[in-house]
T-cell receptor
């Protein structure tokens, strides 16, 4: 059973460009979460999605950031017109559909390290 | 706002010693707690979890203790090995049973194990 897959692992963008980060959850998981980690800091929640729905985007910046989890394909975190402050590691996690099955922990991918130059 | 934090940012131990990493949380509504290990350049790796209706849970070489009275969580690692060197994060959730994936993370503790 493959884990959470994120790509690319490293992404370099110039200021003003767009960054698209992809996340494929574990098989059977329909809950996806995106987190951002700045150097020397813990992970900060950004957004929680289920298939075709945004459940909680309370951690998303109001502008330039968007996320989707389509019916088919990976979840995408999109950052438009990137700025240097967007440089960080972005992690995706997934969890099972039902929280009552006993396996309720979130599994994380290896992250995408975005560098804005 | 409510947050999860750690008392000590760094911990150095000798190989074979027991390690204790502490965490304080402030959200009394939290019902699920997890410890993650993060090695350099990698994503967080699940270590052990505990629900709020428990005060202790043991895994392989690790034990998590939860004291809800003082809102304190700890991770004990027995016979610490060099491979345990990493950053350790506690995280909490209060999703009320719908999903435990939305987590609030603490700052992290750097554990260094000397051979």
């Amino acid at each position: 059973n493959a884990g959470v897959m994120q790509n690319p692992r490293h992404l370099v963008r110039r200021r003003g460009q767009e960054a698209r980060l992809r996340c494929s959850p574990m098989k059977g998981h329909s809950h996806v979460y995106w987190y951002r980690q700045l150097p020397e800091e813990g992970l900060k929640f950004m957004v929680y999605l289920q298939k075709e729905n945004i459940i909680d985007e309370s951690g998303m910046p109001k502008e330039r950031f968007s996320a989707e989890f389509p019916k088919e394909g990976p979840s995408i975190l999109r950052i438009q017109q990137v700025v240097r402050g967007d440089s960080a590691a972005y992690f995706c996690a997934s969890s099972p559909r039902s929280a009552g099955t006993g396996n309720t922990e979130a599994f994380f991918g290896q992250g995408t390290r975005l560098t804005v130059v | 706002g409510e947050s999860v934090g750690l008392h000590l940012p760094t911990l150095s131990v000798q190989e074979g010693d027991n390690s204790i990493i502490n965490c304080a949380y402030s959200n009394s509504a939290s019902d699920y707690f997890i410890w993650y290990k993060q090695e350099s350049g990698k994503g967080p790796q699940f270590i052990i979890d505990i629900r709020s209706n428990m005060d202790k849970r043991q895994g392989q070489r690790v034990t998590v203790l939860l004291n809800k009275t003082v809102k304190h969580l700890s991770l004990q690692i027995a016979a610490t090995q060099p491979g345990d060197s990493a950053v350790y994060f506690c995280a909490e959730s209060n999703a009320g049973g719908t999903s435990y994936g939305k987590l609030t993370f603490g700052q992290g503790t750097i554990l260094t194990v000397h051979p």
